[in-house]
């Protein structure tokens, strides 16, 4: 302020006070007084200014009465410009204290933020940026000048989160945020997560500005997402196999965590475990409950890993689930279980592995028993092969050799039907030992059905009504009559077990079409029709499960002692290879019935007449090699009786002499397959080497073809034979 101005504001004041203008005085005063503090003047030099005044005023006022009178009272006012001053000074005085302090407080915070290693950023309540500290530059890569007044969106704000964080932002600046995660981006678009704490700062009850301090958690974001990535992985590892991990509180065995492939063993979801602990132990099986509470007991008690396999009770839908379990207590400090971890692993299908390989143990004992079985009634059956031989051809050459009357004649006929009903049996005991290709030959069915049941009468109990319904006209198939017997054999003594308590066994036959034919048949075309047999009973029926596997080797429904399982599956093959098929249906409770079906033969070739067979007659030269020598001699006169020279040997050795030392070589030989240190064919190749171009035919008692010696090049004759067959044969090779 100017001297000049500081007068002429004073004499105003005065003019003002003569003037009696107290409003305008006043005024002028404080203003004054305020005018002086500003200007630095002090308060004593206003005297001066007074009397200068004064001294203006005079000359504007001569009335000197006023003058007097403004100087008498001029004291006061000189007091209250004083006042007025003082008291203006002292406000200034306060005021720049507290701009001083301020100010020095805005350094000290300025510094402080500086300074702190977090990034800091200060927001206007217009979301426009006061300021950011230099942590918060160097994280972001955007500086103080490009950051300062900028409102948001701002250049952090990822596009993906645009929304959301502008929601967080609203949100925290009306109530501040606590570890509030938010995913952010820097200048070169790399992005990263912050943790942010926040505060509004409010005055005088509106927001002054909002403080936010920023943490980098990208680190701990990225191992937390590589942890979940890898629980994920392992859960997805855990699903895809058959097991359960879980974690149980020691004391109260409430579930911590249970996962993995929790529905597909145990048919409930984790949850439902997590919230019923108590529930995992009603699954388990009523059978194998106590065990496992034993179990659980012993291992816990011991503090020690233990397992147990057990089943459960799937709970959605019913199934039984064998499952083996690995239990660990985990002990603390103070010898107690804290924590129990398991895995549950799936073993069912391990389960039901072995209880098949246990099966087949069971079933290669039982083929290993059947085998023996089989090698001693082959035994059997060849010895004995060899009586019923002598048996019936002695009585078929003296029943044609003798003149006999009726009586005598019926009991040779006896013995030749008792020897071949015996030769039946015999290959019945061989199907044992070996399988075999069948002879087939044109049968009547309803002929070999009346045989079984004479047959069966033995076996079938009375409380059984065995009733048989036969087609009237003739059954013929191209059958091999033993085989076709044990097949009904084997499916009535399936009929007479089904039904201990007593029931219907009936047996059927017709003559059939095409039509009748169950739809999976795959049978041959046949012009004639076909013959169909049932043999059905009203047993106990079986199952679905059962009638699938009816016919599967080993199979069997009856106890360890009772049956071997064979029984359907040999007979389902006899038929199979007689070009036929078979069928059966069944019902629990309903009963079981088998239909086999076979092609109708047609009319047989013209038989040769008795008088044909009768005159299989020669000269030519025999070599015979039997070491039976009750069937050689038989081969010897029925022979000779016949026309035929023959020379008789019972050993390979005597054969192979006989070939080379004679003068005229052998048209046929006729040699017995089992030979004394040697075999039929071996001992058949010894005589060509002798003589290249004999003819041969080969005898056994075993249940052999052609087919089983391709390089023999011979017929064979099988033990038992008739003596005209014999006959036929031996001159049938002869002329060929």
Same mark, same amino acid.
């Given at each position: 302020m100017s001297e000049q101005h500081l007068k002429d504001t004073y004499s105003s004041l005065v003019e003002a006070y003569v003037a009696s203008q107290e409003e305008q005085y006043l005024a002028r005063a404080a203003d004054l007084g305020r005018q002086l503090v500003l200007a630095n003047v002090p308060l004593e030099d206003l005297a001066e200014i007074h009397q200068e005044a004064i001294g203006r005023l005079a000359e504007e006022f001569p009335d000197k009465t006023l003058l007097e009178s403004a100087g008498r009272v001029f004291a006061p006012l000189?007091?209250?410009?004083?006042?007025?001053?003082?008291?203006?000074?002292?406000?200034?005085?306060?005021?720049?204290?507290?701009?001083?302090?301020?100010?020095?407080?805005?350094?000290?915070?300025?510094?402080?933020?500086?300074?702190?290693?977090?990034?800091?950023?200060?927001?206007?309540?217009?979301?426009?940026?006061?300021?950011?500290?230099?942590a918060l530059e160097m994280l972001t890569g955007f500086s103080l000048t490009e950051l300062v007044g900028r409102k948001a969106p701002y250049p952090w704000w990822t596009e993906e989160t645009?929304?959301?964080?502008?929601q967080d932002l609203e949100q925290a600046m009306e109530g501040g945020a606590n570890r509030l995660e938010e995913l952010f981006q820097k200048k070169n678009r790399e992005q990263f997560w912050v943790q942010i704490t926040s505060v509004p700062?409010?005055?005088?009850?509106?927001?002054k500005y909002y403080l936010a301090s920023w943490v980098d958690i990208t680190g701990r974001r990225r191992a937390e997402e590589a942890l979940r990535e890898s629980e994920e992985r392992l859960r997805r590892v855990v699903g895809s196999l058959p097991i359960i991990l879980y974690s149980a509180e020691g004391g109260t065995n409430r579930f911590l965590l249970i996962t993995g492939a929790v529905r597909e063993i145990l048919g409930r979801d984790p949850e439902y475990f997590l919230k019923n602990p108590d529930q995992a132990s009603e699954l388990v099986h009523p059978d194998d409950r106590v065990y496992v509470g034993r179990t659980f007991k012993q291992g816990l008690d011991s503090l020690k890993p233990f397992e147990l396999e057990y089943r459960i009770v799937h709970g959605i839908d019913g199934r039984t689930v064998w499952v083996r379990e690995y239990h660990v207590p985990i002990v603390g400090p103070n010898g107690r279980i804290i924590r129990q971890d398991g895995v549950i692993l799936n073993v069912t299908d391990q389960k039901s592995a072995e209880q098949e390989r246990e099966q087949m143990q069971a079933q290669l004992l039982r083929a290993q028993k059947l085998e023996s079985i089989g090698v001693l009634a082959g035994g059997i059956a060849h010895d004995f092969n060899n009586m019923l031989t002598v048996i019936s051809g002695n009585a078929q050459f003296l029943s044609k050799r003798l003149r006999l009357d009726a009586t005598q004649a019926g009991a040779l006929e006896d013995i030749n039907a008792a020897a071949t009903h015996a030769a039946e049996m015999t290959r019945s005991l061989q199907a044992f030992s070996r399988p075999s #290709?069948? !002879?087939?030959? &044109?049968?009547? /069915?309803?002929? +070999?059905?009346?045989?079984?049941?004479?047959l069966l009468r033995r076996m079938i109990p009375g409380t059984i009504h065995f009733r048989l319904d036969l087609d009237a006209?003739?059954?013929?198939?191209?059958?091999?009559?033993?085989?076709?017997?044990?097949?009904?054999?084997?499916?009535?003594?399936?009929?007479?077990?089904?039904?201990?308590?007593?029931?219907?066994? #009936?047996? !059927?036959?017709? &003559?059939?079409? /095409?039509?009748? +034919?169950?739809?999976?048949?795959?049978?041959?075309?046949?012009?004639?029709?076909?013959?169909?047999?049932?043999?059905?009973?009203?047993?106990?029926?079986?199952?679905?499960?059962?009638?699938?596997?009816?016919?599967?080797?080993?199979f069997t429904t009856k106890a360890?002692?009772?049956?071997?399982?064979?029984?359907?599956?040999?007979a389902y093959k006899i038929v199979e290879a007689h070009h036929g098929t078979i069928d059966v249906a069944s019902r629990p409770g309903e009963g079981t019935c088998f239909d086999l079906f076979f092609p109708l033969a047609g009319p047989s070739p013209v038989e040769e007449t008795e008088a044909e067979i009768s005159s299989a007659r020669g000269e030519e030269r025999i070599l015979v090699v039997e070491d039976e020598e009750m069937v050689g001699s038989l081969l010897g006169t029925v022979l000779e009786s016949r026309g035929y020279q023959v020379t008789l040997t019972h050993r390979s050795e005597e054969a192979l002499e006989a070939a080379r030392s004679s003068a005229e070589p052998f048209d046929l030989a006729i040699v017995d397959y089992s030979l004394p240190g040697n075999t039929g064919d071996r001992c058949l190749a010894e005589i060509r080497g002798a003589q290249p171009d004999i003819k041969a035919i080969l005898i056994t008692a075993y249940d052999i073809g052609a087919g089983?010696?391709?390089?023999?090049?011979?017929?064979?004759?099988?033990?038992?034979?008739?003596?005209?067959?014999?006959?036929?044969?031996?001159?049938?090779?002869l002329d060929r």
């Open positions: 000189m007091e209250m410009l004083m006042a007025y001053g003082l008291a203006f000074r002292e406000t200034l005085d306060e005021r720049k204290r507290v701009e001083e302090a301020l100010r020095e407080s805005e350094e000290f915070s300025s510094s402080l933020l500086s300074s702190t290693p977090d990034p800091i950023i200060v927001i206007h309540p217009d979301t426009s940026i006061k300021y950011v500290n230099p645009l929304e959301e964080t502008a700062v409010r005055s005088n009850g509106g927001l #290709e069948p !002879r087939i030959q &044109r049968t009547d /069915a309803n002929y +070999l059905i009346q045989e079984v049941c004479r006209s003739p059954c013929m198939i191209a059958a091999d009559p033993g085989q076709m017997q044990q097949v009904l054999v084997n499916l009535c003594v399936n009929a007479r077990d089904a039904m201990p308590t007593g029931g219907v066994l #009936e047996i !059927r036959t017709r &003559r059939v079409g /095409a039509e009748s +034919l169950p739809p999976h048949a795959e049978m041959q075309a046949c012009s004639d029709g076909y013959v169909g047999i049932r043999v059905s009973d009203s047993g106990c029926g079986m199952d679905a499960d059962t009638l699938e596997r009816v016919f599967d080797p080993f360890p002692d009772r049956g071997t399982g064979l029984g359907l599956a040999i089983d010696l391709p390089d023999a090049d011979c017929w064979i004759l099988h033990k038992p034979f008739s003596v005209t067959a014999m006959a036929q044969m031996v001159r049938d090779v």
